[in-house]
């Protein structure tokens, strides 16, 4: 099992910055891909940034340029960057955690709101 806790959304103005981060506890050692995703109103969970305990990057084309995805695997944590926040990236965003051991699966944490919003 892995619990994953979240924390750092809230209200900022179009064109400024939030950091969010996200812990990971339980059975770290299988962990591989860790990554945020975000579900906005009326909408399906979608891909905002991965990142492999490697090192390697994924992002969604809609934050490319304005959020960046880091990981400390020291401290089985993993950050986002968020710049340049426009109203399209409200939403709930939510860690996210691939574990390589069996059963392969997601893990997910409780998502923390994020609101871009005069």
């Known amino acids: 099992q892995v619990q994953l806790v979240e924390s750092g959304g809230g209200l900022v103005q179009p064109g400024g910055s939030l950091r969010l981060t996200c812990a990971a506890s339980?059975?770290?050692?299988?962990?591989?891909?860790m990554g945020w995703y975000r579900q906005g109103p009326g909408n399906q969970r979608e891909l905002v940034a991965t990142i492999t305990s490697a090192g390697s990057t994924n992002y969604a084309d809609s934050v490319k340029g304005r959020f960046t995805i880091s990981r400390d695997n020291a401290k089985n944590t993993v950050y986002l960057q968020m710049d340049s926040l426009k109203p399209d990236d409200t939403a709930v965003y939510y860690c996210?955690?691939?574990?390589?051991?069996?059963?392969?699966?997601?893990?997910w944490g409780q998502g923390t709101q994020v609101t871009v919003s005069t």
């Open positions: 339980g059975s770290i050692f299988s962990i591989n891909t």
């Open positions: 996210g955690a691939f574990t390589t051991a069996s059963p392969k699966r997601w893990y």
